[in-house]
């Protein structure tokens, strides 16, 4: 029911019991399908049940605690990104309202149940056929030269990822920042009015050298266009950059070989408007704004080690100065 421009609520979902309908086909709470919990006066009882948004919203609490806890240098914004990135969507989510998998199902899915599940084990740890790279930085997305541009060169083991040829790898890829709302029924008189600003992202296609990856985001940077131009690429995502790119959270993934993973091996983080530019005389274009990154790597080959040989890879890497507008990788 919501305009496409509204943000993607919820960002994920957890577990909040389930309600059961009677004879007459009314559905209501059961304390039998609710949610075991502790009793705020243990004197008269020691269990409760709970439910609904009550639920889901402690549990949130307590696994973003646990993120903090294991990750005491991470912000709020990569804490939100990894719960995010560790969301799937259940096979019963799947079939209920995205049967055939297009993308205009899985937009509108993605406005029932956000992202999914999230799962603390993939938020916390890695396996051996599995990795995970977080960034966490900061674009000045309007300034006086323009909007800016950050380019992420992924630390990629080429000959390793082309030695597993048509292996399939999944590459997921989340970015999270926070906004300055700008509140009110003006603001959403057009999209622009109502966010500071915008963030969006893409990934160097396998066939695509540097320079015209670097060019493609470029010009649709230049022209805040929120769809880049070029269908082949874009048509990789399983959401696709239209229906990830509402709200302040996106998130995306693609399957493909190991071998064309071995060529997408730049990411570009770009600006869209927001109010933060059209707004000058409040002085807010120059401000910086911070975002986390987080890019992952999967296969369902369990003899397969694609960690050891990017760990080696970031170990043994050598940081030098990199001009502003070309950011080298955090990762």
Known sequence: MW???WPVKPDVVFEGGNVARDA?????????????????????????SFMA????????????AQIQSVYPEAWPETIRALIVHSAQWTPAMLQQFAPNGSKNELAK????YGYGVPSLERALYCLNNSLVLVAQNQIQPYGKNGMQMHLFELPWPKEALL??????????VTLSYFIEPGPGKR????????????????????????????????????VNNETIPNRNLSGRWTIGINGRSSGSVSSDFFETTAADIAACDSLAVYPVIGWWRERTYLKKKDSLARY???????????????????????????KTPIPAARQGSHL
Request: hydrophobic share 40%; with cysteine.
């Open 3 to 5: 305009d496409r421009k």
């Open 24 to 48: 007459r086909g009314d559905c209501d709470w059961d304390d039998s399908l609710c949610v075991l919990t502790t009793y705020y006066k243990p004197q008269e009882r020691l269990l409760a």
């Open 53 to 64: 948004t009550s639920a889901a919203t402690a549990q949130a609490s307590w696994f973003a």
């Open 109 to 112: 899915l993605a406005r029932i």
């Open 163 to 172: 030695a597993l040829g048509e292996h399939k790898i999944m590459l997921r």
């Open 187 to 222: 603001g959403w008189s057009d999209k622009y009015r109502y966010a500071s600003h915008g963030l969006r992202f893409d990934v160097k296609g396998a066939q695509e050298s540097e320079n015209d990856f670097i060019t493609r985001v470029g010009r649709a940077n230049e």
């Open 292 to 318: 986390s990154l987080i890019v992952s790597l999967h296969t369902e080959a369990q003899n397969v080690d694609i960690y050891t040989p990017i760990r080696i890879i970031i170990d043994n890497s050598v």
